[in-house]
């Protein structure tokens, strides 16, 4: 009788953990700058939906990403949040979608003169020798607002990404020692215009980086530009135990040319102990993108409730 009850106890515990652990509301996020004119609006869209946490970027209708903001407007903006019951998922900084130094992107053939040339050469060298001093302002940043979440890029795309990605592992790794100290977490986006975008590059770039401190943000759509099929090819090669943030754009829930299987991908994501944030990036440049963000949120939540 007491092997029978313990085993009972023991399925619903487990039960229960599995409810906990399900992908809901309490684990949506969006990008502020995204679904939102101002602050204010980034708030009352998150009350809008019952949600607790948001991704930053760019402040909401201009004055420049949060990781550039003073230590006085950054408190502002964690209290604010703070007495709203937000948190921050998920800090979106730029660092590293930009020339690799000695690197030619694909992107290159698109500059129309040698001047346009010259000076992103050397605006992007300017930005790779000072990267040390712009992560400690991202750390920063971080640790003001509550994220302990850092999205980094692999510099833009050449046309053989994969010899460039132990040089690329090295620099990020430097980085993330630097992080490690700040109990600060580095996460790798497979971005389309970088060297890393598919699963499988995702998988085999990911095998050169510590464990403990890399991790990836993984945006599905993006994939679809390597001609991959993100969900269920792509998913089943990504190290999922080191996806720490989800990333979906709304042409992925709304667009038909476009959707994605985000039934099949939150279903998987549940069954394989995800337990990160979904956070939406809305990605619209028609100028309807705050609607869209409201028809993607319905969206979202439409498919995890039904």
Not at 184 to 192: A, D, H, M, T, W
Not at 224 to 233: K, V, W
């Amino acid at each position: 009788m007491f092997r029978r009850e313990f085993l009972a106890s023991l399925a619903a515990a487990r039960l229960l953990t599995a409810a906990r652990a399900r992908i809901d509301r309490g684990r949506i996020a969006f990008i502020t700058d995204e679904a939102a004119a101002n602050p204010a609006d980034a708030i009352q869209f998150a009350k809008k939906y019952g949600l607790q946490w948001v991704e930053l970027r760019e402040v909401p209708g201009g004055g420049g990403h949060y990781m550039r903001q003073s230590d006085e407007a950054l408190k502002e903006a964690a209290k604010q949040f703070h007495d709203n019951g937000i948190k921050v998922s998920f800090f979106n900084t730029p660092m590293f979608k930009i020339t690799l130094p000695g690197t030619e992107p694909l992107a290159a053939k698109r500059e129309q003169t040698p001047e346009a040339r010259e000076k992103r050469i050397a605006k992007h060298q300017a930005d790779f020798d000072r990267r040390h001093e712009d992560f400690k302002q991202a750390f920063r940043a971080a640790h003001i607002l509550g994220a302990d979440k850092i999205r980094v890029f692999t510099f833009l795309r050449t046309a053989e990404p994969e010899k460039l990605h132990q040089r690329i592992a090295d620099v990020i790794g430097e980085m993330a020692e630097m992080a490690a100290k700040e109990k600060i977490k580095l996460l790798v986006e497979n971005e389309s215009a970088c060297n890393v975008v598919s699963c499988a590059e995702v998988d085999r770039f990911m095998k050169l980086l510590p464990e403990k401190t890399v991790g990836i943000n993984w945006d599905p759509l993006n994939g679809t530009s390597q001609n991959e099929a993100p969900y269920p090819d792509g998913y089943k090669l990504l190290p999922i135990k080191r996806v720490w943030n989800v990333q979906a754009k709304g042409h992925s829930l709304l667009a038909p040319d476009k959707k994605l299987d985000w039934p099949g991908i939150f279903s998987s994501l549940d069954r394989d102990g995800y337990r990160g944030e979904v956070g939406l990036e809305t990605h619209y440049f028609d100028g309807t993108k705050i609607e869209k963000s409201h028809a993607s949120m319905v969206e979202i939540f439409r498919i995890l409730e039904s």
